[in-house]
């Protein structure tokens, strides 16, 4: 069973499309994350939810939107892409709010906006 | 501010030789945990040490230990013997004691040769 699984892998999209990337996590952790990883592998926060509520939201563009359902689930929708966009986006999850333990990562997905 | 630095961008290595990255983290926060993550060719983020600011015992897992030196803000991480199968690039993370985000470095790639 894939502990932090996320779909899809690979997402290739035109310049002004509104997209969604969806991620899950069966490990019963609290916390729930997105991570950036831009072209030269600099990894970088963007959100993180604990128990549904927004705790984290590290001044990314109004096109991101994360969402959580539930604290199982926490969705990544972009709207109105850009080129600058492109990057390879992790979720990923942790048993606290993350000072104390670590995070397992999602495999991530590639978005490639042309 | 909070910041980790691996200074080393690049490494190359011949199968079994020893190799140690470096990681020099800045923080104010007087508990604080330390992470390395490794991240193969296929691109996923693999949990590997979590250490806390408490415990500056040297660890070992196998062919692989690691180096927690608060005087000197370091922790580094030792690949004894070195295979072709540790080439991946390696981030060393810490986590803020408020958020729990993780702040990475800058990644190390290692590329172990034949």
């Known amino acids: 069973d894939t502990a932090v699984s996320q779909t899809p892998k690979y997402l290739v999209t035109q310049m002004g499309n509104d997209k969604s990337i969806k991620c899950e996590q069966n490990?019963?952790?609290?916390?729930m994350y997105w991570y950036k990883q831009d072209s030269k592998k600099f990894l970088k926060i963007m959100f993180s939810?604990?128990?549904?509520?927004?705790?984290i939201n590290e001044t990314v563009p109004n096109r991101f939107s994360p969402k959580s359902p539930d604290k199982a689930h926490l969705n990544l929708h972009i709207n109105s892409l850009e080129l600058g966009d492109s990057a390879v986006y992790f979720c990923?999850?942790?048993?606290?709010?993350?000072?104390?333990?670590?995070?397992?990562f999602g495999q991530g997905t590639r978005l490639t906006v042309v | 501010a909070q910041k980790v630095t691996q200074a080393q961008t690049e490494i190359s290595v011949v199968e079994k030789e020893d190799v140690t990255l470096d990681c020099v983290y800045e923080?104010?926060?007087?508990?604080?945990?330390l992470f390395w993550y490794k991240q193969p060719p296929s691109g996923e983020l693999v949990f590997l040490i979590r250490?806390?600011?408490?415990?500056?015992q040297n660890e070992i897992s196998g062919r692989y230990s690691w180096n927690f030196q608060k005087s000197t803000s370091s922790f580094n991480f030792t690949i004894t013997a070195s295979q072709v199968v540790d080439s991946a690039v390696y981030f060393c993370?810490?986590?803020?004691?408020?958020?729990?985000?993780?702040?990475f470095g800058q990644g190390t790639t290692l590329q172990v040769k034949p």
């Open positions: 993370a810490l986590s803020d004691g408020n958020t729990g985000k993780l702040i």
């Open positions: 250490r806390n600011s408490f415990d500056e």
């Open positions: 939810y604990n128990n549904k509520e927004l705790i």
């Open positions: 990923a999850s942790s048993q606290d709010r993350g000072q104390f333990s670590e995070a397992f």
């Open positions: 490990l019963g952790h609290d916390t």
């Open positions: 923080t104010r926060d007087t508990t604080y945990y």
